[in-house]
């Protein structure tokens, strides 16, 4: 089976991502479309990384509950945009390499990225990184940031509840209402090997019987990643879901893109 993993990060001098390796550059991307059981790769970097210069406490817990900051740094967000754009431009070709994004909200549900790069994008992953209070507060917590994100024509709900499983089990009703919420948003769900949680094959099942887009992510950091496709495998056979039933996401580019990029 050939695989496709919409979620993706670097780590090279360009620093687009700061979590990745810096030996993770597009070229080990295209390497593994010639080498491995690949198909297709989007580069989703962290949309926060061209907001905050890496020393400035880019993380989005840090600035969830000063939305403000995402604009504190100005020249440095113009100028690592235009960076980004130009290597997008340059190394995906919207048909085996995709340009995408990492996003996600503060509290008043800012977004970390910039409407005017929509366009530009094939992919916009929308993920809750953070989530505020104590753990017996993250249900409420999560559908808040849920709600919030779903306002924005993102296209993949990323490992969508990773967060809320450091505070224990996911609960059954929230599994259900959450991808509700993401049917109804006409958006795929993710199921991503960076992180495993327990209730990942329970997720496919139900997104499955709803109807529901998956999008399959890597969310590679590091080269030894990429074998991970092994755990998508594991998940299918788990979830008892028959492979031919799985909606598989493929990117439909909302608006036309940009003839040229201005900087």
Not at 55 to 65: A, R, V
Not at 156 to 180: C, K, Q
Not at 238 to 258: A, M, T, Y
Request: aromatic share 10%; with cysteine.
């Amino acid at each position: 089976m050939l695989w496709s993993s919409w979620h993706n990060h670097t780590g090279d001098g360009q620093q687009f991502s700061y979590c990745a390796d810096p030996d993770m550059t597009p070229d080990v991307y295209r390497r593994a479309l010639r080498t491995g059981p690949w198909q297709a790769f989007a580069l989703t970097e962290h949309a926060f990384a061209l907001a905050f210069p890496p020393d400035k406490q880019p993380w989005p817990h840090q600035w969830y509950h000063q939305p403000e900051r995402l604009w504190e740094y100005r020249t440095f967000r113009e100028d690592k945009t235009a960076q980004y754009l130009e290597r997008m431009a340059k190394v995906c070709d919207g048909e085996r390499i995709f340009s995408g994004l990492e996003v996600e909200v503060a509290c008043d549900g800012t977004l970390s990225m910039e409407s005017l790069l929509w366009p530009y994008l094939d992919v916009v992953i929308g993920s809750i990184h953070y989530l505020p209070g104590e753990h017996a507060d993250y249900c409420d917590a999560h559908i808040d940031q849920l709600n919030s994100l779903l306002r924005y024509p993102i296209d993949i709900l990323g490992h969508p509840f990773r967060e809320l499983s450091h505070a224990g089990p996911v609960p059954v009703e929230i599994i259900d209402e959450t991808l509700r919420r993401a049917k109804g948003a006409g958006i795929a769900i993710e199921i991503n090997a960076h992180m495993p949680i327990d209730c990942d094959a329970e997720v496919l099942a139900r997104a499955v019987r709803m109807g529901l887009q998956v999008a399959f992510g890597l969310d590679a950091h590091h080269r030894h990643e990429l074998p991970l496709y092994s755990y998508f495998e594991q998940v299918i056979d788990q979830s008892g879901v028959d492979p031919s039933e799985i909606k598989l996401f493929h990117p439909v580019r909302r608006n036309p893109k940009p003839r040229a990029l201005i900087r």
